[in-house]
């Protein structure tokens, strides 16, 4: 168990329509990762949070969006879902903003299994 | 940008035998982290080990083992006497710094299969 906790684990959802995927990250943990694995383009960054300001942006759509809130729980929202956005999405955290010898490690959730029909 | 590359898309090994997973990578950042995950066929992202460019020693955890090279710009995951629990995806990445951030940059992944 990595200490890091996300849900839902699975959701089936229609086009078009709008998920909240939920993470809340290790005990201490003030960064927030989010991930997308999907079959053709492996694994991507989305966004990084750090104590509840986003910190480093990767290739997010305009249509997803997240954020961290001040118990430090991050949530990733993606709306006008399409087909192509059926992936694994995964929730990590660490400790520091950038790295230092405390911060090394990054953990991963368990993934949140979503698809869009 | 940071690329990772690993050439091997499946592994074989014996139950018992060691296995040598390869990753390189480029970067021109000097300060840098190296990581291997496991994903097991349910999906999660399990951390193995991890390597600083300014480590001196080769990273060890357990049975797992980092070959550092960093003049070749490898770091290898070894795993000694594999068991069967093994067979999975492995997945090295490159911390790169964005900013007032960082992220991670994964390769493509090396699927192993452990055998009786």
């Known amino acids: 168990d990595s200490g890091v906790t996300q849900t839902p684990k699975h959701l089936i959802t229609a086009t078009g329509q709008r998920v909240t995927l939920r993470c809340s990250p290790r005990s201490g943990d003030l960064s927030v990762y989010w991930y997308q694995q999907s079959l053709d383009q492996g694994l991507q960054f989305l966004i990084q949070y750090y104590n509840g300001e986003e910190r480093a942006k990767g290739n997010i759509l305009e249509r997803f969006s997240a954020q961290q809130f001040p118990d430090l729980h991050s949530e990733l929202n993606l709306s006008s879902l399409e087909l192509g956005d059926s992936a694994l999405y995964f929730c990590?955290?660490?400790?520091?903003?950038?790295?230092?010898?405390?911060?090394?490690?990054?953990?991963f959730g368990e993934g949140s299994w979503l698809t869009v029909v | 940008a940071q690329k990772i590359t690993q050439t091997q898309p499946g592994m074989f090994v014996q139950e018992k035998e060691a296995v040598t997973l390869d990753c390189t990578y480029d970067?021109?950042?000097?300060?840098?982290?190296l990581f291997w995950y496991k994903q097991p066929s349910s999906g999660e992202m399990i951390f193995l080990i991890y390597?600083?460019?300014?480590?001196?020693q080769n990273a060890t955890e357990g049975r797992y083992s980092l070959n550092f090279q960093k003049a070749r710009k490898s770091a290898n995951l070894v795993i000694s006497a594999s068991q069967l629990g093994d067979s999975a995806m492995y997945f090295c990445?490159?911390?790169?710094?964005?900013?007032?951030?960082?992220?991670?940059?994964f390769g493509t992944g090396t699927q192993l299969k452990v055998e009786l």
């Open positions: 970067t021109s950042d000097q300060s840098y982290g």
């Open positions: 390597q600083g460019s300014y480590d001196e």
């Open positions: 990590a955290s660490s400790v520091s903003r950038d790295r230092g010898s405390s911060g090394n490690t990054i953990y």
């Open positions: 990445a490159m911390r790169e710094l964005t900013g007032g951030g960082n992220k991670l940059t």
